[in-house]
């Protein structure tokens, strides 16, 4: 079952712009989890947080969470055509599992 | 390591025929997923397994799919009789339970178009 929802569902900016994309989840979690997928390729971790943390930093990379609102936010900060891909959250399913969203498409043009 | 590895790459099979997809996780790992993703349904979780046991294969389709894992380094998804609508990317992802965190690794995929 999908838990996650991104948000916008396409986000299209340019070159040195930064990108901001929301997610929206409906139960507790222990932690929550950023994705990229490139076109063709499978899916690569870029970050976890967790339910204790309310902002984490990876290089241009900013993610916050907002467990009263259900909510995270992943931020790319001057943004490269390299970026272009979507962007999936995950929070933790029962077991080891994790439950992704439908994604956010980004396209960063030069 | 060389990741988690997937077989084929691409798929082309005719209505009807069985397909058989392959993973090698990463050495180590103790957690193996099997996910399909479409354009309308998005990433699905079809069914997962710790230490080789299937723990939670509710997201398995039909009777038509099965999975198995022999042992800690190969699993197999077969989809016996294949159907169009079962044509979309085949993910397998494995994870560690070392360290308490759930980041899961993805492998390239299968592409499978089933005519």
């Known amino acids: 079952s999908q838990q996650g929802e991104e948000d916008p569902q396409a986000l299209s900016i340019q070159e040195g712009e930064n990108a901001t994309m929301n997610c929206s989840y409906k139960?507790?979690?222990?932690?929550l989890q950023w994705y990229r997928q490139n076109s063709g390729r499978g899916l690569v971790h870029l970050i976890l947080i967790r339910s204790n943390e309310r902002e984490k930093h990876s290089g241009r990379l900013r993610v916050t969470l907002d467990t009263s609102k259900k909510s995270s936010s992943l931020l790319i900060t001057a943004s490269r055509a390299a970026d272009t891909a979507s962007y999936f959250c995950a929070t933790d399913a029962p077991g080891y599992a994790l439950n992704f969203g439908k994604g956010t498409s980004l396209l960063v043009t030069p | 390591d060389a990741g988690v590895i997937q077989s084929p790459r691409h798929e082309v099979t005719e209505m009807g025929q069985e397909v058989t997809l392959r993973c090698k996780p990463i050495?180590?790992?103790?957690?193996l997923f099997w996910y399909r993703q479409t354009m309308m349904r998005g990433l699905e979780l079809l069914i997962y397994f710790n230490n080789n046991v299937p723990i939670d294969d509710s997201g398995m389709p039909e009777d038509r799919f099965s999975a198995k894992m022999p042992n800690a380094s190969f699993s197999t998804l077969k989809i016996q009789p294949s159907e169009p609508r079962d044509s979309a990317v085949y993910f397998c992802?494995?994870?560690?339970?070392?360290?308490?965190?759930?980041?899961?690794?993805f492998g390239p995929g299968t592409r499978l178009t089933v005519l």
């Open positions: 139960t507790s979690i222990n932690n």
């Open positions: 050495s180590g790992h103790d957690y």
């Open positions: 992802a494995s994870s560690a339970t070392s360290g308490g965190l759930n980041e899961q690794f």
